[in-house]
């Protein structure tokens, strides 16, 4: 499967951004998805991941509250709705497809990447 993020760029502190992921080839709809990111001089972290129904979801506690992750198995697409964006949000956002049907913050449970949509966010 490959995956196309979208809808990064730079905001300021309490802004908000929707980033997508657009997945083609394999079937998407019957796999878990994620959304990690990479600050730079950091090792990437997991911030959300929704199962293949889209009724069971994780957050990372740095995230809780301020994003929300959904999809839309029809439209092969998953999102991630970020509030509140504070600069230590800044970083390559990355989506990531499971070959699972629940969802897991583990970075190594995922077998497809994305290629990143780097999101600025300054004070």
């Known amino acids: 499967v490959q995956l196309q993020a979208s809808g990064g760029g730079s905001v300021q502190a309490g802004d908000s951004l929707r980033l997508s992921c657009v997945a083609s080839?394999?079937?998407?709809?019957?796999?878990?998805t994620g959304w990690f990111r990479q600050a730079p001089g950091r090792e990437r972290e997991s911030v959300a991941s929704?199962?293949?129904?889209?009724?069971?979801?994780n957050y990372a506690d740095s995230v809780k509250g301020r994003f929300t992750i959904s999809r839309d198995n029809a439209k092969n697409t998953v999102y991630l709705q970020m509030e509140s964006l504070k600069p230590e949000d800044t970083a390559v956002y990355y989506c990531a497809v499971s070959r699972h049907s629940m969802p897991s913050l583990r970075p190594e449970y995922y077998r497809n990447w994305g290629q990143g949509t780097l999101v600025t966010v300054s004070t």
């Open positions: 080839g394999r079937t998407f709809s019957d796999f878990s």
């Open positions: 929704i199962g293949w129904r889209g009724s069971t979801i």
